[in-house]
């Protein structure tokens, strides 16, 4: 069945950039749109970037608007997320996602299939 494999996250300090990264197995990785979340202990899960593979501009939330870019690699079936000048606020466990539509949405419950999580603490 698919999975998605995260890898990347850790400690970093504020200014510093990361890249994370999102494995797609056994599905052909265009036949869906994909998608980061981050989640903080006690809160829901927030949406920060979506990317189909339809030519669509990706979308990403306002509060990593301009820090963040979110791509794919097609050839290698991974998600990546890369984010620059990150801030103590960034600090959660970061999760990417997959629907079975090509229709990317901000919505946590339109996606389908998810990896495990990735922390990334960003120390001030």
């Known amino acids: 069945h698919e999975q998605l494999v995260q890898s990347g996250g850790g400690w970093v300090q504020t200014g510093d950039s990361l890249t994370l990264s999102c494995r797609v197995s056994e599905d052909p990785f265009r036949n869906g749109a994909m998608a980061w979340f981050r989640q903080v202990p006690g809160k829901e899960r927030e949406f920060v970037a979506a990317v189909n593979w339809l030519g669509d501009t990706p979308s990403l939330a306002n509060s990593v608007k301009g820090r963040a870019t979110v791509s794919g690699d097609l050839t290698d079936n991974t998600l990546y997320l890369q984010m620059n000048n990150l801030k103590p606020t960034d600090t959660a466990e970061y999760f990417c996602?997959?629907?079975?539509?090509?229709?990317?949405?901000?919505?946590?419950?339109?996606?389908?299939?998810w990896g495990k999580g990735t922390l990334v603490t960003v120390s001030s």
């Open positions: 996602a997959r629907r079975r539509n090509m229709i990317f949405s901000l919505a946590a419950s339109d996606y389908q299939t």
